[in-house]
């Protein structure tokens, strides 16, 4: 049903956290399954780089597993590039999510786009 990248990123999450005086913190939720995330950026004010990104997760496996690899795939980016990951990228990256859990990969995106957007002229 989940592919090992899946697995791993549920059983394994990078990035879990918080980050102390982040520059931006975008939260989302879904109220027909009940996830919530979290995600914290610290972007650099000059470059606009995202030097780390944590993020807290209330949900499923798949809910935890696509907000650590959208973790993983923002860091190091800028926020403009942040913007650009999309839900399809964070399942693709995964090797893939049953269809009953797109709407997880959905989520990280949404979440990492509600922090980008409130910092695009940093």
Do not use: W
Request: aromatic letters at 6%; one cysteine or more; hydrophobic letters at 40%.
């Amino acid at each position: 049903m989940y592919s090992e990248k899946v697995m791993d990123h549920f059983q394994n999450p990078r990035n879990v956290g918080e980050i102390e005086d982040a520059s931006g913190v975008g939260t989302v939720g879904n109220a027909k399954c009940g996830d919530i995330m979290r995600i914290y950026l610290d972007i650099d004010e000059d470059t606009k780089i995202i030097k780390d990104c944590k993020f807290k997760t209330f949900g499923c496996g798949a809910a935890i597993a696509t907000s650590s690899m959208a973790t993983d795939m923002v860091i190091g980016k800028t926020i403009y590039e942040a913007m650009e990951v999309t839900n399809k990228a964070v399942m693709e990256a995964l090797d893939g999510l049953p269809p009953a859990k797109i709407h997880c990969s959905v989520l990280a995106e949404e979440a990492v786009k509600a922090v980008s957007y409130t910092h695009l002229t940093l």
